[in-house]
């Protein structure tokens, strides 16, 4: 479910907080200057297989997967 | 040769990471080759090529890390894959912090941090924007740093966006400052009232820290990816952002710097653009500015200038030149050109172009592996002829490379060779200051200069141009320094490089 958020002129009213996915540097850098950041330890879905991937993504939109 | 290989299972780095700890290795006394990487089949292919494909890795998964050397002795590669183990765990400590805990899902460090707004985005293309899809569908608004992202997934993320009133900035969206905090690669910049709206990362850092240093600020920095006003996306995000700025108390003055947009894309930009009531800056670059003037918006000449006049319409006074054409042509004065050719090697894309465009109606022929209209395409990108001005940052460069402003090696190699060639007089640089770039890119440029002017002891014209401001990490006063000392003329923007590039050649 999506949350309620406020337009984007309301972003330029709050403080910046992010959620890094990816390169780690980014993290420590916010870190650094005090910005609130959560790093993710992403990795690729399924292993980086591509074939489980795309079997993953039919069962979520609902399509058979014979 | 001895040979050794690791595998581990289920261990994922980020390729900045891997290829920055490859490069270190490579410094190692005895190594051949070393290799560390996911084991994605161009991985796989890649170490085949190499011969490193022992028996152990060639089961890898994308989700293993592979490491692979080859060293002169046993010893000297146990001792590297020592070294990549030490590498990588330092690098894990510092992203995972000490105290925090690192979820493995945004939905994960939403829990953690449920005030987060945006979601900084840096994964492999190929995943890039299914998340970027769950961090617009959550509400927050996104920053893809990701690159190879399908222009059909970014009109539709981008669509997305606009339906929930969320920014989308990107793909391949290097730079943005919100709220003045620098994202990815920005610049530390004072806060102020100038908002930029850029589908340029180097452009937008050239024009936010010269906005700085003449005196003025920035309330939001924009990044909205190299291909936001092509006719397909059709400028969705930079009216989503020129929109919010206008919105925007703390925003006076609104600049845009872009590639010439699509015709289409335009005039539907134009039409939005009437109705604003702030002053508009406008920087299409290489774009005639009389139409633009036409339609009663500022046009800019180039970068800094784009600088200047927002800080004239955001002050009402002209900014003092940071380096007036006196003070250039003096220190041209000072050089003479003991042989012809120019030799520039950017790491700024947009640096390299505005360079082109100024340069090529003084020296006629220019060579590149981007080049502008009317400059030349080298046939050879690693060969340089006659004048010769390079992007390094350019995918044919960087492909199996981290980009020039963090990985500083590609460029030291092309210091040496450039020096090394007779024809070369004058010797080019940009230095990019700011969050992401190298810690001190000034000292890695002056040792290669040095370990040129011993290798090939002749005068050759030295000049950098130092994109930043006081307050980034590196500092900017002892990177200037470090330049100068080493003989390196060093200017406040690449428009003041140019202009000396330009007198000193016409001087000869």
Same mark, same amino acid.
């Given at each position: 479910?999506?949350?309620?958020?406020?337009?984007?002129?309301?972003?330029?009213?709050?403080?910046?907080?992010?959620?890094?996915?990816?390169?780690?540097?980014?993290?420590?850098?916010?870190?650094?200057?005090?910005?609130?950041?959560?790093?993710?330890?992403?990795?690729?879905?399924? #292993?980086?297989?591509?074939?489980?991937?795309?079997?993953?993504?039919?069962?979520?939109?609902?399509?058979?997967?014979? | 040769?001895?040979?050794?290989?690791?595998?581990?299972? /289920?261990?994922?780095?980020?390729?900045?990471?891997?290829?920055?700890?490859?490069?270190? *290795?490579?410094?190692?006394?005895?190594?051949?080759?070393?290799?560390?990487?996911?084991?994605?089949?161009?991985?796989?292919?890649?170490?085949?090529?190499?011969?490193?494909?022992?028996?152990?890795?060639?089961?890898?998964?994308?989700?293993?890390?592979?490491?692979?050397?080859?060293?002169?002795?046993?010893?000297?590669?146990?001792?590297?894959?020592?070294?990549?183990?030490?590498?990588?765990?330092?690098?894990?400590?510092?992203?995972?912090?000490? &105290?925090?805990?690192?979820?493995?899902?945004?939905?994960?460090?939403?829990?953690?941090?449920?005030?987060?707004?945006?979601?900084?985005?840096?994964?492999?293309?190929?995943?890039?924007?299914?998340?970027?899809?769950?961090?617009?569908?959550?509400?927050?608004?996104?920053?893809?740093?990701?690159?190879?992202?399908?222009? =059909?997934?970014?009109?539709?993320?981008?669509?997305?966006?606009?339906?929930?009133?969320?920014?989308?900035? #990107?793909?391949?969206?290097?730079?943005?400052?919100?709220?003045?905090?620098?994202?990815?690669?920005?610049?530390?910049?004072?806060?102020?009232?100038?908002?930029?709206?850029?589908?340029?990362?180097?452009?937008?850092?050239?024009?936010?820290?010269?906005?700085?240093?003449?005196?003025?600020?920035?309330?939001?920095?924009?990044?909205?990816?190299?291909?936001?006003?092509?006719?397909?996306?059709?400028?969705?995000?930079? *009216?989503?952002?020129?929109?919010?700025?206008?919105? /925007?108390?703390?925003?006076?003055?609104?600049?845009?710097?872009?590639?010439?947009?699509?015709?289409?894309?335009?005039?539907? !930009?134009?039409?939005?653009?009437?109705?604003?009531?702030?002053?508009?800056?406008?920087?299409?670059?290489?774009? =005639?500015?009389?139409?633009?003037?036409? *339609?009663?918006?500022?046009?800019?000449?180039? !970068?800094?200038?784009?600088?200047?006049?927002?800080?004239?319409?955001?002050?009402?006074?002209?900014?003092?030149? !940071?380096?007036?054409?006196?003070?250039?042509?003096?220190?041209?004065?000072?050089?003479?050109?003991? &042989?012809?050719?120019?030799?520039?090697?950017?790491?700024?894309?947009?640096?390299? /172009?505005?360079?082109?465009?100024?340069?090529?109606?003084?020296?006629?022929?220019?060579?590149?592996?981007?080049?502008?209209?009317?400059?030349?395409?080298?046939?050879?990108?690693?060969?340089?002829?006659?004048?010769?001005?390079?992007? *390094?940052?350019?995918?044919?460069?960087?492909?199996?490379?981290?980009?020039?402003?963090? =990985?500083?090696?590609?460029?030291?190699?092309?210091?040496?060779?450039?020096?090394?060639?007779?024809?070369?007089?004058?010797?080019?640089?940009?230095?990019?200051?700011?969050?992401?770039?190298?810690?001190?890119?000034?000292?890695?440029?002056?040792?290669?200069?040095?370990?040129?002017?011993?290798?090939?002891?002749?005068?050759?014209?030295?000049?950098?141009?130092?994109?930043?401001?006081?307050?980034?990490?590196?500092?900017?006063?002892?990177?200037?320094?470090?330049?100068?000392? &080493?003989?390196?003329?060093?200017?406040?923007?690449?428009?003041?490089?140019?202009?000396?590039?330009?007198?000193?050649?016409?001087?000869?």
């Amino acid at each position: 479910m999506a949350e309620r958020r406020p337009p984007i002129s309301g972003l330029f009213d709050q403080p910046i907080q992010v959620i890094n996915v990816g390169v780690p540097s980014f993290s420590d850098d916010l870190k650094r200057q005090g910005v609130p950041v959560r790093h993710v330890d992403w990795r690729p879905p399924a #292993g980086g297989n591509k074939r489980i991937q795309a079997l993953l993504r039919r069962i979520k939109n609902g399509e058979k997967t014979s | 040769m001895p040979l050794l290989s690791q595998l581990k299972k /289920d261990t994922y780095f980020d390729s900045v990471t891997l290829m920055l700890a490859t490069n270190e *290795l490579k410094k190692i006394r005895g190594v051949h080759q070393a290799v560390i990487g996911m084991g994605t089949d161009y991985n796989l292919e890649s170490l085949k090529r190499l011969g490193l494909l022992s028996p152990e890795l060639a089961d890898a998964t994308p989700s293993d890390l592979i490491l692979a050397v080859d060293a002169a002795t046993e010893e000297a590669a146990v001792m590297t894959l020592r070294e990549a183990e030490r590498l990588l765990s330092v690098k894990k400590g510092a992203a995972s912090g000490t &105290a925090d805990y690192a979820p493995a899902t945004q939905a994960g460090a939403a829990k953690a941090l449920p005030g987060a707004n945006i979601v900084l985005i840096s994964v492999p293309g190929d995943y890039a924007a299914s998340e970027a899809r769950r961090a617009l569908d959550s509400g927050r608004h996104v920053m893809l740093f990701s690159d190879n992202v399908s222009i =059909d997934d970014e009109l539709e993320l981008k669509t997305r966006a606009v339906e929930k009133n969320l920014l989308m900035m #990107g793909p391949d969206c290097g730079t943005a400052i919100l709220n003045g905090v620098p994202l990815a690669f920005a610049n530390a910049v004072r806060k102020g009232d100038i908002g930029v709206v850029a589908a340029s990362g180097t452009g937008l850092q050239e024009v936010t820290s010269l906005i700085h240093r003449m005196g003025c600020g920035v309330s939001q920095a924009i990044g909205v990816g190299g291909r936001d006003l092509s006719e397909k996306i059709g400028g969705i995000m930079t *009216l989503q952002a020129v929109r919010a700025l206008e919105d /925007d108390r703390q925003t006076k003055v609104i600049v845009l710097l872009s590639k010439p947009p699509a015709e289409k894309t335009f005039h539907a !930009l134009l039409g939005v653009l009437k109705d604003v009531k702030k002053p508009v800056v406008i920087y299409f670059i290489g774009a =005639d500015p009389v139409p633009i003037e036409r *339609l009663g918006f500022a046009a800019a000449q180039n !970068l800094e200038d784009a600088a200047r006049t927002a800080c004239r319409l955001s002050t009402g006074r002209q900014p003092s030149p !940071l380096l007036s054409d006196e003070e250039i042509a003096e220190k041209a004065s000072k050089v003479r050109l003991t &042989a012809p050719s120019l030799r520039a090697l950017y790491s700024g894309g947009t640096l390299c /172009d505005e360079a082109q465009r100024i340069l090529l109606p003084r020296l006629k022929t220019i060579h590149s592996n981007t080049p502008v209209a009317g400059c030349e395409k080298l046939p050879n990108v690693y060969q340089s002829r006659g004048h010769t001005i390079l992007d *390094l940052g350019d995918d044919e460069f960087t492909r199996g490379r981290a980009h020039p402003m963090i =990985d500083p090696s590609f460029r030291q190699e092309k210091i040496l060779s450039e020096y090394a060639d007779p024809e070369t007089g004058m010797l080019v640089v940009d230095v990019v200051l700011g969050y992401g770039s190298h810690p001190d890119m000034a000292g890695a440029v002056v040792r290669s200069i040095e370990e040129a002017r011993e290798r090939s002891p002749r005068p050759v014209v030295l000049a950098a141009t130092l994109c930043g401001t006081e307050d980034d990490p590196q500092d900017y006063e002892k990177q200037r320094r470090t330049l100068e000392d &080493a003989g390196v003329f060093v200017f406040p923007s690449n428009v003041s490089m140019v202009k000396f590039i330009v007198s000193v050649m016409s001087h000869g």
